[in-house]
């Protein structure tokens, strides 16, 4: 969970965190954390002033795994 001063904001990192033409970036990062981990896509919800990301991936061993930030 990230909290923010305002919606707008939450909302506004959401679209940021959600878009196709960032994704490629984000996964380059993601995945430098571990060679065993693949980001497989992100999900958000904004909540009033929060924004509340999961973090779908897969390990070396191909099993569905589920990330809450």
Not at 32 to 50: D, E, H, M, P
Request: positive net charge; proline residues 1%.
């Amino acid at each position: 969970m990230v909290g923010f001063r305002t919606a707008k904001r939450a909302a506004e990192l959401k679209l940021f965190m959600e878009d196709p033409h960032n994704f490629h970036i984000l996964s380059l990062v993601f995945n430098r954390s571990s060679r065993f981990t693949k980001l497989q896509s992100i999900k958000c919800a904004v909540a009033g002033k929060n924004l509340y990301m999961r973090f779908s991936r897969t390990t070396g061993d191909n099993l569905r795994n589920d990330t809450k930030v």
